[in-house]
């Protein structure tokens, strides 16, 4: 189950405040040590006696190098818990960069939801209006059932089939001194004649075609159409 966005910043902030009561801290090892004096009438040269102390030092690596610390043996319980806060530290940090990171992409996954929502919130409204406008024109409950993305198919292609039939016109609006070839309006193909082209027979993918190839071929003589 995945944890919400509102649920890891709660955790990050419980995280930072127990960051904020961190006491005295302070990494490295602690170790024990007993040494023998070298003395021969001393106890420690005793066969089985572990030798002087034992002496406290704290160790902890630098730059690569080990350095030495040497603890009072009255100060041994501080600095155990010293390390031990140290080590608190650094899981805290651990878990803080963790859970951050889950927040960067659970924000970026809200992100998208959101967008993803907004999307379809607008298509959603853009349906509606268009059904109250059919059914503003045509009566109520008109657009029921309609499939909006077919109706805008049919009139895009309206408009197309009437662009085709504005070109038509200004192209043959002067065919007085033109007795070139022209499109027949059932093939399409050119021949011989009254140079009249008919667009309007014709798909609209060729009608627009059609129009390129007259422009290319028109006289000199004769105007391009007005505007």
Wanted: glycine residues 8%; neutral net charge; aromatic residues 2%.
């Amino acid at each position: 189950m995945s944890t919400s966005l509102s649920e890891l910043e709660a955790r990050r902030e419980h995280l930072k405040q127990q960051l904020c009561e961190l006491g005295d801290l302070r990494p490295g090892s602690l170790v024990k040590r007993y040494r023998k004096c070298g003395k021969l009438n001393c106890h420690c040269a005793q066969p089985g006696e572990t030798g002087h102390g034992p002496s406290w030092s704290l160790t902890h690596d630098v730059k690569g190098r080990t350095a030495t610390r040497i603890i009072p043996e009255a100060l041994v319980p501080q600095t155990r818990e010293q390390i031990a806060e140290y080590q608190r530290l650094r899981d805290l940090i651990r878990d803080l960069v963790d859970v951050s990171e889950k927040t960067c992409e659970a924000r970026i996954e809200n992100r998208k939801t959101e967008d993803d929502s907004k999307n379809t919130s607008l298509a959603a409204q853009l349906a509606r209006d268009a059904a109250v406008e059919v059914d503003a024109l045509l009566g109520s409950g008109a657009s029921d059932g309609m499939n909006f993305e077919a109706i805008e198919t049919a009139v895009r292609r309206q408009v197309m089939g009437l662009a085709a039939r504005v070109i038509e016109q200004r192209l043959n609006a002067d065919t007085s001194d033109y007795a070139g070839p022209s499109l027949s309006k059932h093939t399409g193909r050119t021949q011989a004649g009254t140079g009249l082209l008919s667009l309007s027979a014709l798909p609209v993918a060729d009608s627009v075609r059609a129009a390129g190839i007259w422009e290319s071929r028109r006289p000199a003589c004769l105007p391009p159409p007005s505007a």
